[in-house]
């Protein structure tokens, strides 16, 4: 079974930096994109950055400037580096992951659980 795993969240003070991991663990034969959502209360989830497996990068226009997302496509894994973190930033952040289970297969989406970031004084 295919899945993947966040860590890194926590409470921070508003300017301040948290780095978010997600790891793909189990069987499977590739991973295409890879993405960072988040949803606040009482609001809809929303992208926050996408990277595909050749490095293409795309922000949400509420980070660009202030995350910085990244992949090794070795170790299966995706990092969100939030710097200038602020009160808005405030969400559980999710991993998605669009995995290929077999050779010839189709894509299907994947998501972590969810990691909880609390940008608070």
């Known amino acids: 079974q295919v899945q993947l795993v966040e860590s890194g969240g926590g409470l921070v003070q508003p300017g301040g930096s948290l780095r978010l991991s997600c790891a793909a663990s189990g069987s499977f034969f590739s991973i295409s994109a890879m993405d960072w959502y988040r949803q606040a209360p009482g609001k809809p989830r929303e992208l926050v950055a996408t990277?595909?497996?050749?490095?293409?990068?795309i922000y949400g226009s509420s980070v660009k400037g202030r995350f910085t997302i990244s992949r090794d496509n070795v170790k299966n894994t995706v990092t969100l580096q939030m710097n200038s973190l602020k009160p808005e930033d405030t969400a559980v952040y999710y991993c998605?992951?669009?995995?290929?289970?077999?050779?010839?297969?189709?894509?299907?989406?994947?998501w972590g659980q969810g990691t909880q970031v609390t940008v608070s004084s």
């Open positions: 998605k992951a669009a995995v290929r289970r077999i050779i010839g297969g189709s894509l299907y989406d994947l």
């Open positions: 990277i595909s497996n050749e490095g293409s990068i």
